[in-house]
């Protein structure tokens, strides 16, 4: 089955970290580009993040920028969102998403992340 | 950069049609994709390119757009519809160029 599934997602601390994973299966993860897209607790889609197919070329939004870190490892069939310095805005589902050239295809549904004291 | 808006919700009785409107700057020069996301669940394609139906979208759904408005119409809706609808573009003018739309809720009376 063609699929995205994330995991790692919980409960941090302002000024915290946490590394979340996207496991790919059904298809050729290392012929895609990937995305992190995030959605805030009853809010819409924001792009955070690409990955290029071997991982060699990445972009952030101004937003993530400096404190989120986008990697994959192609053996393992799985992307990464390294989230550093975690504020409370972050808080939100993070969505890894297959790019189709400037669109997503396929979304897995998400791995829940708050930031909270 | 690029703003995408959209209405907040929008309800239909069953076997109407819904219009949905994604408005932006000269969105008739873009290209426009749809997702419909169901509570607690993964967004899924329904429309991309303006006007083509993925694999398994219904044939109910079908986008149009003119001039500063793209329009995703449901026809016939059914209650398995009620859901959350996302235009996007990839615009090309930013550096960042996915942009989303803050969604449509569409309620089956």
């Known amino acids: 089955e063609v699929q995205l599934v994330e995991s790692g997602g919980g409960l941090v601390q302002p000024g915290g970290s946490l590394t979340i994973s996207c496991a790919a299966s059904g298809f050729t993860f290392n012929s895609h580009w990937m995305h992190w897209v995030r959605q805030a607790p009853g809010k819409g889609l924001v792009w955070v993040a690409h990955?290029?197919?071997?991982?060699?070329?990445?972009s952030y939004a101004d937003s993530v920028k400096g404190r989120f870190s986008i990697s994959r490892d192609n053996a393992k069939n799985t992307l990464y969102l390294q989230m550093n310095s975690l504020r409370v805005d972050d808080t939100a589902v993070y969505h890894c998403?297959?790019?189709?050239?400037?669109?997503?295809?396929?979304w897995g549904q998400g791995t829940l992340v708050t930031v909270s004291s | 950069s690029y703003v995408l808006t959209q209405p907040p919700s929008v309800s239909v009785a069953p076997g109407k049609t819904a219009i949905l409107t994604c408005g932006g700057y000269n969105i008739a020069t873009q290209s426009v994709h749809w997702y419909q996301q169901k509570p607690g669940q993964a967004p899924v394609l329904v429309i991309y390119?303006?006007?083509e139906r993925p694999s398994g979208s219904p044939e109910r759904f079908s986008g149009s757009k003119s001039g500063n408005t793209a329009t995703l119409t449901i026809s016939r809706v059914e209650a398995g519809d009620e859901a959350d609808y996302f235009c996007q573009v990839w615009d090309t003018s930013s550096e960042h160029p996915f942009v989303f739309g803050s969604g449509t809720k569409v309620t089956v009376l």
């Open positions: 990955s290029n197919s071997d991982g060699s070329s990445t």
């Open positions: 998403a297959r790019d189709q050239i400037q669109l997503f295809d396929l």
């Open positions: 390119y303006d006007n």
